[in-house]
């Protein structure tokens, strides 16, 4: 798995806008903050790597939310009250969530070659038995 966090510290450190920063004096597993016209997500130094991943993988896929909304300067149209601000939010977490998903995927593609597939589930085949002694 730290080969996985690696490849994201990698990838995020490419991005001119975006610092990522591991720190010990925070309470939290870690967050994405947006100050001095830069992302900044800081992830706490004393979790395991794969929980670091995790978080670092979440908040990256919030970074990309973040400018994704920038890019269209407002957030998507119809928030006249508070369902449908509320709707607004939860399919903005869906994207964030999917994005999240996907980057590691692709990552974890990247690093290990091709992808690993199911068994496959089919008709049961009598030739599979065990020979009866």
Request: charged letters at 35%; hydrophobic letters at 40%; glycine letters at 6%.
């Given at each position: 798995m730290a080969?996985?966090?690696?490849?994201?510290?990698?990838m995020a450190g490419k991005r001119v806008d975006l610092v990522v920063t591991e720190?010990?004096?925070?309470?939290?597993?870690g967050f994405l903050l947006?100050?001095?016209g830069?992302?900044?997500i800081y992830?706490?130094?004393?979790?395991?790597?794969?929980r670091k991943t995790m978080i670092l993988v979440d908040e990256l896929g919030h970074y990309a939310l973040r400018r994704r909304i920038a890019k269209r300067e407002r957030l998507p149209g119809g928030a006249e009250n508070l369902v449908e601000r509320i709707r607004q939010d939860k399919a903005c977490d869906a994207w964030?969530?999917?994005?999240?998903?996907?980057?590691?995927?692709?990552?974890?593609?990247g690093l290990h070659?091709?992808?690993s597939r199911r068994p496959r589930q089919g008709r049961y085949d009598p030739s599979w038995r065990l020979p009866v002694k």
């Open positions: 080969g996985l966090l690696a490849r994201l510290m990698e720190v010990d004096d925070i309470d939290s597993w947006f100050r001095d830069r992302y900044h992830v706490n130094r004393s979790i395991r790597d794969f964030a969530a999917k994005f999240s998903k996907r980057l590691l995927y692709f990552v974890r593609r070659g091709g992808t």
